[in-house]
């Protein structure tokens, strides 16, 4: 985990610390999360999974293979992004998913998300990793504009899903894990 702090420079009115996520912060990540997935149609407004979810991305944070960036403003956080590592076989090195880029609806378009992707990879380069990639739903043209801008390209892959069989919940945090049968 990034121990540093980023200040913004910009713009005047608004200060913004981009810093790494705590436990705490976890009751407004999962707003911010339910304000990402009523833009993206692929997925549903699920508080309580989101929870979940951000529960079982700070346990791979502590094991060193996620980090969640949040961006805060006058003591409220503002904005958030989450990477975690995978193994790329392609890269013969670790590379970077990057998830859950978001920033509160009225604070947009202010340089909070260019910090927060900055944070992101600072530490992917602190932590070796070859590359960063994310998906972005093809009709947010204001995210797909946000990424063009910090140099991602689209690739000719496409993104494909299946539920796992049998599984209709997702995994509570700490099932499933620690013990290899
Ligand atoms: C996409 C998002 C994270 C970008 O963060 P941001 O703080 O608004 O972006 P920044 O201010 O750092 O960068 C601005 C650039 O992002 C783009 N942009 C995206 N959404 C924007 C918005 N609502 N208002 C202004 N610019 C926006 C523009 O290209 C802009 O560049 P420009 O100033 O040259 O026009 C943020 O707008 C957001 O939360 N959007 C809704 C959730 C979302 O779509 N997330 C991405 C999922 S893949």
Redesign the pocket.
């Known amino acids: 985990m990034l121990s540093h702090t980023q200040l913004s420079p910009a713009p005047a009115a608004v200060q913004v610390t981009v810093r790494p996520a705590r436990i705490t912060d976890l009751p407004t990540l999962v707003e911010l999360l339910c304000?990402?997935f009523s833009?993206?149609t692929d997925f549903e407004v699920r508080p309580t999974r989101h929870a979940r979810g951000l529960r079982l991305l700070l346990g791979a944070v502590r094991r060193g293979s996620a980090y969640v960036a949040v961006a805060e403003s006058r003591g409220e956080v503002v904005?958030m992004?989450t990477v975690q590592t995978v193994v790329s076989t392609a890269e013969g090195a670790p590379s970077g998913w990057i998830e859950d880029?978001?920033?509160?609806?009225d604070?947009?378009?202010?340089?909070?998300?260019?910090?927060?992707?900055a944070d992101v990879a600072h530490w992917a380069r602190a932590n070796n990793l070859a590359r960063l990639q994310?998906?972005?739903?093809r009709r947010?043209r204001?995210?797909l504009?946000?990424?063009?801008?910090l140099a991602f390209q689209p690739t000719n892959m496409i993104c494909l899903r299946a539920r796992c069989p049998g599984r209709s919940q997702p995994v509570s945090p700490g099932r499933g894990q620690g013990r290899v049968r």
């Open positions: 304000q990402l833009i993206e904005g992004a880029v978001v920033v509160r609806e604070l947009r378009g202010t340089g909070i998300g260019t910090m927060l992707m994310l998906l972005a739903d947010n204001l995210a504009a946000f990424y063009d801008r």
